[in-house]
């Protein structure tokens, strides 16, 4: 991986996850290059096709483009950070990530983003008064 690809990666999001919003200074799990297409589906290595992911999201999303909303049985592609607004499609209710459409929801629910203790560190992170987005 390209190093200048990877930090122009990081500091285009801030150096927070694309997906969660979780800041890389409040985690000791390294931060990943996301392949917001994966490359098992002909995703290129190309500034526009990654997102900065810290390794939780990044490793429950996977291979995966797209997910099943449970509440429609709908098949939905996942949210694309170079492409879509986050607040678009997300919205927080205290440490809980809300889905806003089906893509919020089915992202929620494939990078597993609302997992317990998920909530419960941005928890402690919001007493710290860290923003999570
Ligand atoms: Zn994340």
Known sequence: MDE???QLVRRRAANR???????????DAPFQLDHIIAEKHHGLTVAGNLAWSCFYCNSF??????GRDETTG?????FHPRNDVWSEHFEWVGPTL???TEI????????RINDPDAIEFRRLLLELDVALS
């Open 4 to 6: 200048a690809l990877r």
């Open 17 to 27: 996850c694309e997906y969660c919003g979780l800041p890389a200074e409040y985690t």
């Open 61 to 66: 999303k996977g291979p995966n483009i797209a």
């Open 74 to 78: 709908v098949i939905v592609r996942l």
């Open 98 to 100: 809300i889905g806003l």
């Open 104 to 111: 919020g929801r089915v992202t929620i629910d494939v990078l």
